[in-house]
């Protein structure tokens, strides 16, 4: 075995906070509907299962009643604003720097993220990060979505293969690296809705800086066992 293995990263909460985009977006949406917008809070509660789920969470919030056509037409006016929302995201600290290293190290990295496609792909342009993932898989690319395994598992095949390490923020990617059977480390200040203690994990870090020991740990995990 080589020196490497597949790194592979939620988005939302995890290297990114898009909470104040997917906030505006909802706002202006629910504002056509007479209502009143979102908090961040309450932004951040309703992520992590897709758009479609955060819609119906959205309209739920405020009482809008919620029929099959009526959550198709707040869903694709939705994800029409969604797709041009970039502007307010903001990377955590760190992450820059520590891609950097394990790219440098020559780790694989790859991105799987319930964001639908185009927002995911466009927000990847906005800020730079095309370069940086061997592979992306998001939503809507495949006929799943987290917490299954499926976009995990093809997020690895499409890598190539081999020892992989989980990264995520909340109890959706720990439940997704459960049922993949992968190791999972949980980012601390992310969108996770109980404890981080009570959220199932291999390792636990609020600060990147600290990711790169746990990817040696990781490795010389893999390499014991051959």
């Known amino acids: 075995m080589n020196g490497s293995i597949n790194i592979v990263f939620d988005l939302d909460g995890t290297l990114i906070d898009s ?19 979102l908090s961040l809070e309450e932004t951040r509660q309703f992520v992590g299962e897709g758009s479609a789920v955060f819609v119906s969470r959205m309209m739920a919030a405020r009482a809008i009643e919620e029929t099959p056509a009526r959550h198709a037409a707040v869903y694709s006016d939705f994800l029409a604003l969604y797709e041009r929302s970039v502007d307010k995201a903001v990377f955590y600290p760190g992450v820059l720097a520590t891609l950097a290293v ?13 964001k639908p496609e185009r927002p995911a792909r466009a927000v990847i342009r906005h800020m730079g990060m095309g370069p940086i993932f061997d592979a992306v898989v998001a939503g809507g690319m495949i006929d799943s979505r987290k917490p299954a ?50 959220i199932p994990h291999n390792w636990l870090f609020g600060d990147f800086s600290a990711l790169p020991d746990i990817v040696s740990e990781r490795l010389r995990q893999a390499q014991a066992r051959g």
């Open 19 to 37: 909470a104040p985009d997917i906030q505006a977006v909802a706002s202006e949406i629910l504002g056509r509907l007479g209502k009143q917008g």
């Open 149 to 198: 395994p499926d976009m995990l598992l093809k997020t690895i095949h499409d890598l190539g293969g081999g020892p992989t390490l989980y990264v995520g923020d909340s109890e959706i990617d720990a439940e997704t690296a459960k049922r993949a059977h992968i190791p999972f480390a949980l980012y601390t200040r992310g969108y996770h809705k109980t404890p981080c203690e009570s």
């Open 102 to 114: 394990l790219k440098t190290a020559g780790h694989r990295l790859g991105l799987c993220t319930n």
